[in-house]
């Protein structure tokens, strides 16, 4: 800005950052007070004020210090500020690393970042990667939080569905192309004949606390490496199948004089869903030998509270995984029908439920 000081015709100009100053011998009206301006007076913005109008009125003072502001300044919010101020006491600082914000920045939990301290310390990180994660990701039931992206690349272990790699599981091995078991789970699958008995005979105990008695216990269970071939001996074709059992009966006259079950089941599976699908089986066995036929979403439904049962009496966090797999499948027998007859056993429990089945 110019100040101008006019005296007998001589200008004199001094160059300021503050409004003009006049000294005239001519009339002017002050622009606020509309009165008239002896000696010196302001221009401001080409408006012309007395310097007790121009303080009081026009001149900026700092909201923060209550001084005059002369020169730059900053706003914010209606209200304005010396820079150092604005600086001080009012502009925006990183919650991680206390700098100044400038541009651009990142709220989470009603607390503020620059983007790079949001990114690097903020953001979660993929605990396969670790890298932080700013797309699309996974949180699973075992608290692993990864980039989608990783479940396109990397085998899920057939009894708890973590993906296996290093970072969440220590690896893994293949039972076969389609199949695939994670080291957290290999200290307790199922491979060997000789396990077999042992775990038959707990889960007839288990089942036999419910009221579901007199079930064979020299049973044939085979173990098979591949789905696909458990698929074909039961001709089901729901490809996540873990066990079928099959059934011949001998009659004579009419009536039944033998009856034979082979149970089949897939090999590798963690002992707690092993014997949860060996207690599925074990309930189809229950059915055949009371002659029940019931619609398909009442039998698997009733078949898996015998899985439900076991899970519940091992109370282990893949039990609490499995339960809740099975209460969140839409599969019309083996998800909703389960929900459906579990509803029922919740109401009238496990008597007057085996008194009922041939009625459901």
């Known amino acids: 800005m110019k100040y101008i000081v006019i005296q007998k015709k001589i200008i004199f100009i001094h ?67 010396h820079k150092t101020c604005y600086q001080q006491y009012i502009q925006k600082r ?30 979660p990180k993929c605990d396969i990667c670790k890298q932080p994660v700013e797309d699309t990701y996974v949180e699973d039931f075992w608290g692993n939080y990864y980039h989608e992206y990783h479940t396109k690349k990397m085998p899920d272990c057939d009894s708890c569905s973590r993906l296996i790699c290093d970072p969440l599981t220590g690896g893994g091995y293949s039972v076969n192309s389609q199949r695939f ?26 089942l036999n606390s419910v009221g579901i008695n007199n079930l064979p216990n020299k049973i044939p269970i085979t173990l098979v490496d591949s789905r696909e071939d458990l698929i074909r001996l039961s001709g089901n074709r729901l490809g ?21 079950y082979h149970i089949y089941i897939l090999s590798n599976l963690h002992r ?26 009442i039998r698997e439904g009733f078949c898996n509270l015998g899985s439900n049962i076991v899970y519940e009496h091992y109370g282990s966090n893949l039990s609490q995984y499995r339960i809740k797999s099975m ?27 085996l008194r009922k089945l041939d009625r459901l």
């Open 15 to 81: 160059l300021l950052l503050i409004p003009l100053t006049f000294i005239l011998c001519n009339q002017k009206i002050c622009d606020y007070c509309n009165k008239e301006l002896q000696g010196q007076y302001i221009i401001h913005k080409n408006n012309n004020y007395h310097h007790h109008c121009y303080d009081k009125h026009i001149q900026i003072y700092c909201d923060q210090c209550d001084l005059k502001i002369d020169g730059s300044y900053n706003s914010s919010n209606g209200k304005n500020y």
């Open 94 to 123: 990183c919650d991680e690393c206390g700098d100044l914000i400038n541009g651009i920045y990142n709220i989470k939990d009603g607390k503020e970042y620059h983007e790079s301290c949001y990114i690097e310390y903020i953001l």
């Open 181 to 206: 078991v994670c080291n957290i789970c290999k200290p307790r699958v199922i491979t060997k004949r000789s396990q077999i008995e042992s775990n038959l005979r707990e889960v007839l105990v288990i």
């Open 240 to 260: 996540n199948i873990q066990g079928y059992t099959n059934y011949e009966e001998s009659t004579l006259s009419g009536k039944i004089i033998d009856q034979d």
């Open 272 to 297: 707690v869903i092993f014997n949860a699908v060996l207690a599925h089986e074990l309930l189809h066995v229950y059915l055949f030998q009371n002659d029940l036929e019931l619609e398909s979403d």
């Open 327 to 353: 209460n969140e499948s839409s599969d019309p027998d083996y998800g909703l029908g389960y929900k459906k007859m579990k509803s029922v056993l919740d109401q009238i429990g496990w008597k007057r439920l």
